[in-house]
């Protein structure tokens, strides 16, 4: 299976609610990255989160790595309909080292 | 921030023909490209690393005489996808990486080029 899958694959909250998406993968990285991506637009980063740190704070997410479980996880407060979009995580090994991307998570937010 | 742009957003050509898709960013200078493609409702698979003044890097499985990879100045790259088959519409994406002297990875994605071959 490709480095970082997320979990679930597909998620349905209504607005308001917290929505966590998980990520996990196999080797050593250098960074975690989250991206969102609405249908049929590019990627908009969200956040980096580097080996060395274990959770960062931006707005109304919060993602936590936990390197020893090759895990990280994202989580959105309070939702919006507009956070509706598939989100990805995506991992590096190092400075220009390519990113691995994992097979996304739909989150639906119901208004 | 960091701004990426594609063209075209969108193209529609016929089988046998080439298309060229161009990657620039408009607000820094990138010495790495990297271009992605993605297929409906998938993820996005890494086709080729391109870096300003030498060669791009293909991924295991992406025939390098078909997606042609130029990387001519620290602000454009370009994607030609020769003799286009059906086979290869799809959702193009790329993303260019600042020079940082290594501190992040960060990478900024353009918005992508739906390809449609007939």
């Known amino acids: 299976s490709q480095q970082g899958e997320e979990d679930p694959q597909a998620l349905s909250i209504q607005e308001g609610e917290n929505a966590t998406m998980n990520c996990s993968y196999k080797?050593?990285?250098?960074?975690l990255q989250w991206y969102r991506q609405n249908s049929g637009r590019g990627l908009v980063h969200l956040i980096l989160i580097r080996s060395n740190e274990r959770e960062k704070h931006s707005g109304r997410l919060r993602v936590t790595l936990d390197t020893s479980k090759k895990s990280s996880s994202l989580l959105i407060t309070a939702s919006r309909a507009a956070d509706t979009a598939s989100y990805f995580c995506?991992?590096?090994?190092?400075?220009?080292?390519?990113?691995?991307f994992g097979k996304g998570i739909t989150l639906s937010v119901r208004p | 921030g960091a701004v990426v742009s594609q063209h075209p957003s969108r193209v529609i050509c016929k089988s046998g023909t080439s298309v060229k898709i161009e990657c620039r960013s408009l607000d820094f200078q990138a010495t790495t490209m990297f271009w992605y493609r993605q297929f409906p409702k998938k993820s996005l698979m890494l086709m080729a690393t391109?870096?300003?003044?030498?060669?791009?890097?293909?991924e295991q499985g992406v025939e390098k005489d078909k997606f042609l990879i130029n990387h001519a100045s620290l602000t454009l790259s370009t994607l030609t996808v020769t003799s286009a088959h059906p086979e290869d519409s799809s959702f193009y994406i790329c993303?260019?990486?600042?020079?940082?002297?290594?501190?992040?990875?960060?990478?900024?994605f353009g918005p992508g080029t739906r390809l449609t071959v007939l």
């Open positions: 995506a991992t590096d090994a190092g400075a220009n080292s390519k990113l691995t």
């Open positions: 993303s260019a990486s600042p020079w940082v002297n290594g501190a992040s990875n960060e990478q900024f």
């Open positions: 080797t050593s990285i250098n960074n």
């Open positions: 391109s870096n300003e003044g030498s060669k791009a890097t293909y």
